[in-house]
């Protein structure tokens, strides 16, 4: 940890700064979680122990809750599920992942002690639990979360006082970070890291977190000076201005006073009308077509919900036919619209009609994001698999080698994802070059090679706020 050192931020309390210049790409420091749990959902699905999702786990025998790769992974496991094993067995039911977590973290505390590793930069003490700031609806859960605890927490471990269990609470549910499975494209457990804990807010960030094989990586997202606070947004940066403020003042308990949300930077691009040859449209238009998408958005999602693919296609095409020759192509109802038609487009094997609106979408994102956020290089790797699927092999090919440029900032060459785009890059790349020397014989070779090799179904697609996205986990 020597990369970083604490400081008082004005007006944020506590926060890190960087102890010498850092680049884009750079890892400023790794963390392994204090204790992490698989979400309540996924815990038949996916390993507790190296948090890969299998289709074949293996069951504790004792318990019958946790599950595991192997044996290998079990062992591995054990450490932090022997107590969790002989308390679930001896409270008859399996407990909530938010009283599993504080639990872990507690037995965690109870045999290392407050600090943990020798780079663990604070205990958990001194972290802020907001507790004071919550609501009343949020206190009732609290409360009986706390109750449920009580009840969970076996008698023959350390006895902690309401005041600590708390504060443990307090802490994940302002502080959990969302883990990851092995290809870094679904959120499957929540854990508590303790340095990454104190890296504040901006919407304009100049790092990001990743999480690569077990531990978070801090990364720049471009220069960092020395003496320079390192930042993360706890937030997509595509909602407007008011709206990043209220989601951070209502999950987090600050009011941002960011650049960006002070000055409602590209508040005015995200809400922006279509300028066509110098005319744009009035400002009713622009309105009544944004109400009008917004009606259309929760009609998609209702259809969505039902996974009623036809009918989400028949809902956007409608809604595109209407705004689309008046909202500029950087609204952000637009682009959702765009995003959601190219995902079930895809799904449905639609191919280029699902490439067309990925790559709106893209040219869109970069008007708004920075150049190198994650979800824009996600993004991007989506719409050039997408042309690729298409049979369009040099857009595709330019839109993953985008994809790639971007994630080796944010995730750097050994993740999972970044692998998997190298190998997509070099594919392309040597398709590209055969559909430059003769277009014929690249398109039949390519048809006899689909017909050999059927394409499979694409994943069911998810909403947009999954995945990457939300990367700071809130308990629900």
């Known amino acids: ?84 094993c002989s308390a679930i067995k001896a409270f008859g039911k399996v ?94 457990g929540v854990g508590l890291f303790p340095n990454l804990c104190l890296v504040n807010h901006n919407c304009w960030p100049n790092c990001t977190v990743i999480l690569n094989h077990g531990k978070i990586e801090l990364r720049s997202l471009g220069k960092i000076e020395e003496g320079e606070e390192l930042t993360v947004s706890y937030v997509d940066y595509i909602n407007l201005s008011d709206e ?17 949300c002070t000055n409602r930077i590209k508040d005015d691009l995200k809400m922006a009308g279509r300028e066509v040859e110098g005319v744009k449209p009035s400002e009713e238009q622009v309105k009544e077509a944004t109400d009008y998408c917004f009606e259309m958005l929760d009609k998609m999602d209702k259809a969505r919900i039902n996974c009623d693919y036809h009918e989400v296609v028949k809902i956007c095409r409608e809604c595109i036919e209407k705004v689309e020759p008046i909202l500029a192509d950087s609204h952000i109802y637009l682009l959702r619209i765009w995003s959601t038609l190219s995902e079930v487009q895809a799904y449905l094997q639609y191919f280029d009609d699902a490439a067309e609106y990925a790559r709106k979408m893209v040219e869109g994102y970069m008007k708004i994001y920075h150049p190198n956020n994650a979800v824009l290089g996600m993004a991007a790797m989506r719409a050039g698999v997408t042309h690729w699927q298409a049979g369009q092999i040099e857009t595709g090919h330019g839109m993953i080698c985008k994809a790639y440029a971007i994630l080796m900032v944010t995730h750097g060459p050994t993740h999972p994802i970044t692998k998997d785009l190298e190998a997509m890059r070099m594919q392309t790349e040597m398709e590209l070059r055969m559909f430059k020397q003769n277009e014929y014989v690249y398109h039949s070779m390519r048809e006899a090679a689909l ?18 996205k939300n990367l700071f986990h809130r308990r629900k």
Not at 151 to 169: A, C, L
Not at 174 to 182: A, E, K, R, W, Y
Not at 451 to 464: G, L, W
């Open 451 to 468: 017909k050999n090799k059927p394409m499979t179904m694409m994943h069911e697609p998810k909403s947009v706020e999954e995945g990457i």
């Open 95 to 188: 407990p909530n992942e938010n009283i599993r977590l504080v639990a872990r973290i507690l037995w965690r505390l109870d045999k290392d002690g407050s600090i943990v590793s020798d780079t663990q930069l604070t205990t958990l003490e001194e972290l802020e639990d907001h507790i004071t700031d919550m609501q009343e609806d949020e206190l009732k859960e609290f409360k009986v979360d706390i109750h449920n605890f009580l009840d969970y927490w076996p008698r023959n471990s350390k006895q902690h006082t309401v005041e600590v269990i708390s504060h443990m609470f307090g802490l994940i549910n302002c502080n959990g970070f969302t883990v990851s499975d092995q290809r870094g494209l679904q959120a499957v």
């Open 244 to 260: 990043r403020r209220r989601l951070l003042k209502t999950q987090y308990f600050f009011d941002c006073t960011c650049e960006h």
């Open 1 to 84: 940890m020597e990369n970083v050192a604490i400081f008082n931020s004005p007006g944020k309390g506590r926060g890190l700064k960087a102890a010498k210049e850092f680049w884009a790409g750079d890892v400023i420091f790794s963390e392994a979680s204090l204790a992490a749990v698989v979400f309540d959902s996924l815990a038949n699905r996916i390993c507790h122990s190296c948090f890969r999702r299998q289709d074949k786990l293996q069951k504790c025998g004792q318990c019958k809750f946790a599950h595991y790769c192997d044996r290998t992974c079990q062992r591995a496991g054990w450490g932090e599920h022997k107590q969790e």
